[in-house]
């Protein structure tokens, strides 16, 4: 791997994180989503400090986020991981570095669980997870249908030791 530097994302980062996004929409087990988000509606469903982008030769490669999962207090520690790599980058480790920052990051910040839900045909996103030290929760059967399609999600979480 060339020189890969984990940093906090930035505003001006935001249309190459769109793209990378954009390029997770188009392979059709990323996300049920199929329009990629305004910067403002992206930045809105996001944590404001727990986003970090990888970039390597002045590029960004691939990002991870945090959204809360409730507004309520009591859920505050709980938060739903993104992690996106640009096409031509995975496979590199990146996602494993961008996690280790994320995990580490995110318990200062007093988050005590971490989750996912993943497509179950993203089976490399699932071992990646679970190299991380998520555990598989459950799987939603049929939970969306994505271009008429229906598909199941596997849900795994990452507990700190409290």
Request: glycine fraction near 8%; charge should be positive; hydrophobic fraction near 40%.
């Amino acid at each position: 791997m060339d020189k890969l530097i984990i940093r906090k994302m930035e505003t001006s980062d935001l249309n190459e994180v769109l793209k990378i996004y954009k390029g997770g929409i188009e392979t059709g087990m990323a996300t049920f989503e199929t329009i990629v988000p305004s910067s403002q509606v992206w930045d809105e469903r996001h944590h404001v400090t727990l986003r970090f982008v990888a970039e390597e030769h002045n590029r960004v490669v691939g990002w991870i986020a945090i959204s809360p999962v409730s507004t309520r207090t009591v859920y505050s520690g709980v938060g739903e991981v993104s992690v996106y790599i640009s096409s031509d980058s995975k496979g590199k480790g990146i996602a494993t570095e961008l996690f280790k920052v994320l995990i580490e990051e995110s318990e200062k910040e007093g988050f005590w669980t971490l989750q996912s839900s993943i497509f179950a045909i993203n089976t490399s996103s699932i071992q990646l997870h679970k190299k991380m030290g998520f555990r598989i929760v459950g799987t939603r059967e049929k939970i969306a249908q994505l271009h008429g399609k229906w598909h199941d999600t596997v849900i795994m979480e990452k507990r700190k030791v409290l």
